[in-house]
């Protein structure tokens, strides 16, 4: 019983993992690979393509040929089937592959002319493709229109006591002619069509077009004009004129009309005042007889 084992091992050993066991020879097998940069003539594939666990070494072949073709070049079963050795019932069945997995898309499409053709659409990165379908990017997804502020009302601008389309034409042409004096005063369609009638109520009170320009030109702040449209309706407002003074009308007395007579010398019919007997001609004869 007292006797000990001299060869066991102090301790159990740990089991080296991976190929880093001391007494296994390095592996010199596999695949090696003898690289060299590309500078022209060459296309990238990915992995997920490559290495695809489910298309098979055909579909990854014509999927990396499909993929290093120039846009525009004939990529139908026929052209591919000239092409390659696999014949058509082969390469259809590997389109189909990459069609299923998201690396090709076959549309149909009408041309100018009318005609229908098909378009073949490879797809280098179809994951990407479905993110950007299922959770749109912020760039591509049009942003809602920015709704602008409501624009401040213009100031209220009195109106004339009976304006006619004269008066209101005229009040126009003054408005649009503003910008000749001061190009500040460029006023829109708008503008102007809420000022007119303040100005006619000017020229309705005997105030001259040229008076009404000095009031609406004259004083004007140096600085830049934000809303001239609001400054000349807070003039109008603010320094309209009282009425003109009340004339009465001078009525001329009507014309006094004598009642007809019959001349007592030649017996015709003529106005006079009562005294008279004779008409014109009778009483310049009578002058000349006497």
């Known amino acids: 019983m007292d006797t000990q084992n001299p060869s066991a091992p102090p301790r159990a050993h740990v089991r080296v993992a991976g190929n880093k066991h001391p007494n296994r020879p390095p592996r010199t097998g596999g695949l090696q690979h003898d ?7 060459f296309v990238v ?17 014509l999927g990396t040929h499909l993929q290093s073709l120039p846009k525009g070049a004939p990529a139908d079963i026929k052209t591919l089937a000239a092409r390659f050795p696999e014949g058509a019932t082969r390469i259809a069945a590997a389109l189909r592959e990459l069609e299923a997995h998201g690396y090709l898309r076959r549309e149909r499409v009408r041309t100018s002319s009318g005609r229908i053709v098909t378009r073949t659409i490879s797809c280098n990165q179809p994951a990407a493709v479905r993110q950007r379908t299922e959770q749109p990017c912020r760039e591509n997804t049009p942003s809602a229109p920015r709704e602008r502020p409501a624009r401040k009302a213009l100031p209220a ?11 209101l034409q005229a009040a126009t042409d ?3 002619d503003l910008r000749r004096h001061d190009s500040r005063l460029l006023l829109s369609a708008d503008d102007t069509a809420h000022l007119a009638p303040g100005v006619a109520a000017w ?8 008076a009404v320009r000095r009031a609406l030109t004259a004083d004007l702040p140096p600085e830049g004009l934000r ?7 807070h003039r109008l407002a603010s320094q309209l004129p009282p009425p003109a003074p009340f004339r009465a009308r001078t009525t001329a007395p009507p014309p006094v009309r004598h009642p007809l007579r019959n001349c007592d010398g030649c017996d015709r019919a003529f106005r006079a005042p009562t005294p008279t007997t004779h008409c014109r001609d009778c009483r310049t004869d ?3 007889a006497a």
């Open 35 to 41: 690289n060299t940069r590309h500078t022209t003539r």
């Open 45 to 61: 594939i990915g992995n997920h393509l490559a290495q695809h666990p489910e298309l098979s070494l055909l579909a990854i072949g």
């Open 157 to 167: 601008v009195p109106r004339p006591a009976y304006s006619g389309p004269g008066l």
């Open 174 to 176: 003054l408005l649009a």
């Open 203 to 210: 020229l309705e009170r005997e105030v001259t077009p040229a």
């Open 227 to 233: 809303r001239p449209a609001a400054l000349l309706a």
């Open 286 to 288: 009578l002058q000349e």
